[in-house]
C-alpha cells in the first residue's frame, strides 16, 4: 500500500522517467486494480471514451495555457489529473466562494477550462497517471481539497507541522511548488522534494 | 547602428504598449462615465486604494493587503502565498492593457475586499488612480 501512495504522484510531464519509476511496482498495482473495480465495469466504460492515454496529456492539450493563465494567476495550476472530474465540476460550478475567495470568471471561460478540467481529470482508465489518481481519489463524495484526500494524507502524513504549516515559505501544503518545484509539470518524485530551509526529504 | 536600432525598437515597443494602456483605460473611463459615473478623481482612487473594510470573518480587507501600498513592487496573495506581479503600468507593460482582464479582477477583488460589486464610480477613480503609478 505504501509503495502504492509513494509512486503516485511522480513524474508526469517528464514522460520517460514516469515510465522508469511506475515500472518496477506496476503489476502489484494492477491486481489491486482488478479487485477493487471488478463489479464497476459496466458504470465506467463511458470513461474510456477519453483521450489522455499519455502522462502529460494535460500539458499539451491546446487549452492549458489558458487554464494556467485564468487559474494559475493566484495559485499553482494544480495538474487536472489530480482529481476526478466530478470534483473539478463541483469547484468550477461554485467559483464565487472558491475556499474562500472569489475566482469568478465569464461564462465562456469558465465553460471553456471546466471542459478542459473534465477532459484531463483522473479517470479508470485514461493513461496510467490520470488512473492512479482515479484509484486514489474514488472517495464516497468527490473531493475538493488534494489535501484532504486519502491518498495525500498517506504520502504526507510524515512531515512534521514545523517544515510546512509552521514554515514561513510554505505555510500550506496546497502550495506543492514551494518542495515540489515540478509540481506544475506533474513531476511529485521524492527524490526531488526540496522543503524551503530543509532541504532535501529522505522518508 | 545595431544598438541603435534596438533601442528604438524597444522604444516603440515601450510607446505601443503604453498606448494599448491608454486605450483601454480610456475607453473603460468612457464606458463608466456613460453609467452616470464621473468625474473620476486618481485621489479618490487613492484614499479607496488603502481603505479597510471589515469581512465576516477574520481581520479587514484592503487592495494593500495582497498589492501593497507600493504598486511598483510584487505583492503576495493573502491565502496562498503566491507573488502577484507589480501592478503599476509603468513597471509592469501587462497591466490595464486588456479590457476582460482589468474587469475580471474589478469583480472578484472587489467582492472579496469591499463585500460587494464595485460602483462605476469606483473602479473609475481606481482606474484613474492605477493608471498614474
Known amino acids: 500500500m505504501k509503495k502504492t501512495l509513494i509512486s503516485l504522484f511522480v513524474a508526469a510531464a517528464v514522460g520517460i522517467t ?8 506496476h503489476e502489484e498495482e494492477h491486481e489491486d486494480y482488478e479487485r477493487e473495480h471488478s463489479g464497476k ?7 474510456r471514451e477519453h483521450r489522455g492515454a499519455s502522462a502529460s496529456a494535460y500539458l499539451s492539450d491546446p487549452q492549458y495555457s489558458l487554464y494556467k493563465t485564468e487559474c494559475g494567476d ?3 495550476a494544480y495538474p487536472p489529473p489530480m482529481l476526478p472530474a466530478a470534483s473539478w465540476q463541483g469547484m468550477m460550478g461554485a467559483l464565487e466562494d472558491h475556499f474562500g475567495d472569489n475566482a469568478e470568471l465569464d461564462a465562456a471561460t469558465a465553460n471553456q477550462i471546466a471542459e478542459y478540467l473534465a477532459d484531463n481529470a483522473a ?8 488512473e492512479r489518481s482515479w484509484r486514489a481519489t474514488k472517495d464516497r463524495n468527490p473531493p475538493l481539497r488534494i489535501t484532504q484526500t486519502d491518498y495525500f494524507r498517506g504520502q504526507h502524513h510524515e512531515i512534521p507541522a514545523k517544515m510546512v504549516t509552521d514554515n514561513t515559505d510554505v505555510v500550506s501544503f496546497s502550495r506543492c511548488e514551494t518542495c515540489h518545484g515540478d509540481a506544475e509539470q506533474g513531476n511529485f518524485d521524492e527524490h526531488g522534494v526540496r522543503i524551503p530551509g530543509y532541504g532535501r526529504w529522505d522518508d | 547602428m545595431k544598438t541603435s536600432i534596438v533601442r528604438n525598437l ?15 483605460v480610456d475607453d473603460l473611463l468612457t464606458e ?3 453609467n452616470g459615473a464621473g468625474p473620476f478623481s486618481a485621489a479618490a482612487g487613492k484614499a479607496l486604494w488603502s481603505r479597510e473594510f471589515p469581512s ?12 501593497t ?15 502577484i506581479e507589480p501592478l503599476a503600468p509603468s513597471v509592469n507593460s501587462k497591466r490595464l492593457n486588456e479590457r476582460r482582464q482589468v474587469e475580471k479582477w474589478f469583480k472578484r477583488n472587489c467582492k472579496w475586499t469591499l463585500g460587494r460589486e464595485c460602483t462605476a464610480q469606483e473602479k473609475g477613480d481606481l482606474l484613474s488612480f492605477l493608471r498614474t503609478q
Not at chain 1, 465495469?41 to 470513461?47: A, F, G, K, S, T
Not at chain 2, 524597444?10 to 483601454?24: D, E, R, Y
Open chain 2, 69 to 83: 501600498r507600493d504598486l511598483k513592487k510584487p505583492g503576495r496573495h493573502a491565502t496562498t502565498g503566491k507573488a
Open chain 2, 32 to 34: 463608466y462615465g456613460g
Open chain 1, 18 to 25: 514516469t515510465v522508469g519509476l511506475f515500472a518496477s511496482d
Open chain 1, 123 to 130: 479517470r479508470e482508465s485514461g493513461g496510467e497517471y490520470a
Open chain 2, 56 to 67: 465576516k470573518d477574520g481581520p479587514s480587507r484592503a487592495c494593500t493587503g495582497c498589492h
Open chain 1, 41 to 47: 465495469r459496466d458504470h465506467d466504460h463511458e470513461h
Open chain 1, 74 to 76: 493566484c495559485h499553482m
Open chain 2, 10 to 24: 524597444i522604444f516603440c515597443g515601450v510607446l505601443a504598449s503604453g498606448a494599448a494602456q491608454a486605450g483601454t
